[in-house]
């Protein structure tokens, strides 16, 4: 990518950016000093004041009811019952008490969200950026970003006839490239335009989770980063997927072909370990979902984790169920969180 380029997104570190990021430091050095001191694994003695951010997949789209101020937030699809809200009462149940200053995760957003305004869909207007929810006193900062970056849902639209449809139309995103066939996605992805898009993408993702991390810093000094990965979508035995789950009609990932099922599970890979990196080199923690949850995936009948792409969600929209599209239903829900609330007690306690 070319300089210019790289300034549009945000990430190319100027000398006036470095010196802003050495002050955070110092500055959050100075809190640390400041605040009350606690024992060694002893949970914190006063709420932790707590952001939550991300995607679809922290807001938890699909599950009902909805939790949303006014009508432009309804359309984050954000669950009153997301896994911010289950971790936070994991954690009370624990003695870590987490006073929960904000959960702007909203479905769609992509990375670059957390800096720049989200536009809604139907001309509702524009959501502010993430990073306005945290606070000079923030101590923990937790969310999920990226998926939407990469173009997840290009990539699924990419790969099934079905979602280029009018079953696919509340997705977002239209197909990578719309002229090569669905069936032939594996091939598209593996070599040629789809591979080079692919690696363009990750390479975005890269340093919009780069530049995610150093704002935390520095608008929230004291904050305790934590990204969170995304739970496995595909097993690593793909035959599995060729079943209905039980009381469903479709099949896990509708009309996906089998040998394309693979290459979503590499890129969901490769995604994991983006956010991975991206964590290590800040110093911030990761809490790998898709390590934890090979057994819940979409394709693992009743123990599974995520609703299917066509299997009806809980959630409504002008009186007709909306389809999962790939995201955690209640059981996933609370894999997600029971691993966040984990995380973050380690964090807390150390």
């Not at 989200?118 to 207007?125: M, R, S, V, W, Y």
């Not at 335009?193 to 993408?201: F, Y």
Request: hydrophobic share 40%.
């Amino acid at each position: 990518m070319s300089t210019a380029m790289r300034k549009t997104t945000g990430t190319t570190k100027t000398p006036l950016a470095r010196r802003l990021a050495a002050a955070a430091v110092a500055l959050g050095s100075c809190l640390a000093l400041a605040g009350p001191a606690t024992s060694a694994g002893a949970a914190p003695a006063d709420p932790v004041p707590t952001v939550f951010f991300g995607d679809s997949y922290t807001s938890n789209y699909g599950i009902a009811p909805l939790n949303h101020e006014g009508e432009a937030r309804y359309f984050c699809f954000q669950a009153k019952e997301n896994y911010p809200a289950v971790a936070t009462r994991r954690l009370k149940d624990k003695g870590v008490t987490l006073d929960v200053q904000s959960d702007v995760s909203c479905g769609g957003a992509l990375a670059h969200h957390f800096w720049e305004k989200q536009e809604l869909p139907f001309n509702l207007g524009d959501l502010p950026p993430q990073q306005d929810a945290l606070k000079p006193d923030t101590q923990l900062a937790v969310g999920s970003m990226g998926g939407n970056t990469v173009g997840f849902n290009r990539i699924l639209k990419q790969c099934s006839d079905k979602l280029r449809g009018e079953e696919g139309i509340l997705l977002p995103g239209t197909p990578v490239d719309e002229d090569t066939p669905a069936a032939k996605c594996r091939e598209f992805f593996e070599s040629g335009d789809g591979k080079e898009w692919l690696d363009d993408r990750f390479e975005q993702v890269g340093w919009n989770l780069e530049e995610l991390l150093e704002r935390i810093q520095y608008f929230a000094p004291a904050a305790k980063p934590v990204l969170v990965g995304y739970p496995r979508l595909v097993p690593a035995d793909t035959t599995k997927c060729l079943t209905a789950a039980p009381g469903q009609t479709e099949l896990p990932f509708a009309d996906i072909p089998q040998d394309a099922l693979p290459v979503l599970d590499g890129i969901q890979k490769r995604l994991d370990d983006v956010i991975k990196k991206a964590a290590a080199d800040a110093g911030a923690d990761f809490v790998d979902l898709y390590a934890a949850t090979g057994a819940n995936t979409a394709c693992d009948g009743a123990d599974r984790g995520i609703g299917g792409l066509l299997e009806t969600s809980q959630v409504e929209l002008l009186g007709t169920k909306l389809p999962w599209y790939a995201h955690p239903n209640e059981k996933g829900r609370d894999l997600q969180a029971r691993h966040v609330a984990d995380k973050a007690g380690e964090v807390l306690n150390r």
